[in-house]
């Protein structure tokens, strides 16, 4: 957390650029790294909705580290790749039911209809049981809403466990959920420093993991970012 490091540490390490995520530009250590000489530049990748928007922001560290067609080249790639596997999952017949999200306290937080995640489920070709919901941001859900509005749902992704115990410690109700009753609950907190790390530069790669939970599930074996909560 930039908010909390010390500027004396950064002038100590006298750095050519300190790359930071952008979220408070108002903070005081970037006042005081500006006054110290530092240069300094915010990364918004993460504002990015779509997928290929977010692996897009490899061509501008391209830029910045002198290696600006190398990344073009790595990001066509990504792109063509994406690309090819959403239009092939055009063609899918079956259109599950998913939810995505996990709960905060007595709170469920799921992907709002505009978001980042909500655009995977699209390009997907499942039907994302918040997709007609505005935002780029998250919905506040409460328990009774959750379970009235998602006992039927074919899918649950993303719920903070890994285990069919960690997910009834959150919750017994849970266990209404078909998704849950179904052995149809996946995450990616079996490792999930792979994922936050990783998938914002590989979205064809979280993309083909979603088509094979929802349209494939002879090829499990071969998922990178997602696993069975069990």
Same mark, same amino acid.
């Given at each position: 957390?930039?908010?909390?490091?010390?500027?004396?540490?950064?002038?100590?390490?006298?750095?050519?650029?300190?790359?930071?995520?952008?979220?408070?530009?108002?903070? +005081?250590?970037?006042?005081?790294?500006?006054?110290?000489?530092?240069?300094?530049?915010?990364?918004?990748?993460?504002?990015?909705?779509?997928?290929?928007?977010?692996?897009?922001?490899?061509?501008?560290?391209?830029?910045?580290?002198?290696?600006?067609?190398?990344?073009?080249?790595?990001?066509?790639?990504?792109?063509?790749?994406?690309?090819?596997?959403?239009?092939?999952?055009?063609?899918?017949?079956?259109?599950?039911?998913?939810?995505?999200?996990?709960?905060?306290?007595?709170?469920?937080?799921? +992907?709002?209809?505009?978001?980042?995640?909500?655009?995977?489920?699209?390009?997907?070709?499942?039907?994302?049981?918040?997709?007609? !919901?505005?935002?780029?941001? @998250?919905?506040?859900?409460? *328990?009774?809403?959750?379970?009235?509005?998602?006992? !039927?749902?074919?899918?649950? *992704?993303?719920?903070?466990?890994?285990?069919?115990?960690?997910?009834?410690?959150?919750?017994?109700?849970? @266990?209404?959920?078909?998704?849950?009753?179904?052995?149809?609950?996946?995450?990616?907190?079996?490792?999930?420093?792979?994922?936050?790390?990783?998938?914002?530069?590989? +979205?064809?790669?979280?993309?083909?993991?979603?088509?094979? *939970?929802?349209?494939?599930?002879?090829?499990?074996?071969?998922?990178?970012?997602?696993?069975?909560?069990?």
């Amino acid at each position: 957390d930039i908010g909390q490091s010390d500027i004396e540490n950064y002038i100590a390490a006298s750095p050519d650029l300190i790359i930071y995520s952008g979220f408070d530009p108002k903070a +005081p250590i970037i006042k005081k790294m500006k006054r110290a000489g530092l240069s300094i530049f915010a990364n918004f990748d993460w504002k990015e909705t779509h997928p290929l928007g977010r692996a897009e922001w490899i061509k501008v560290f391209g830029v910045l580290f002198n290696k600006k067609e190398e990344a073009i080249a790595i990001y066509e790639s990504i792109e063509k790749k994406y690309l090819k596997l959403k239009q092939a999952l055009k063609d899918q017949k079956e259109k599950p039911s998913v939810l995505v999200g996990t709960m905060y306290g007595d709170i469920f937080n799921a +992907p709002a209809g505009e978001s980042y995640m909500a655009q995977f489920l699209k390009d997907a070709n499942v039907d994302y049981v918040y997709k007609n !919901t505005e935002g780029v941001g @998250s919905l506040s859900i409460s *328990l009774e809403e959750l379970i009235t509005q998602n006992r !039927t749902t074919d899918y649950w *992704l993303n719920a903070a466990a890994t285990t069919h115990q960690q997910l009834m410690n959150m919750n017994k109700r849970f @266990s209404l959920m078909d998704a849950v009753g179904n052995g149809n609950s996946y995450t990616y907190y079996g490792d999930v420093n792979c994922f936050w790390e990783r998938s914002a530069i590989l +979205p064809h790669e979280v993309l083909k993991d979603l088509s094979i *939970l929802f349209h494939d599930h002879s090829a499990l074996d071969d998922l990178m970012f997602y696993s069975e909560i069990e």
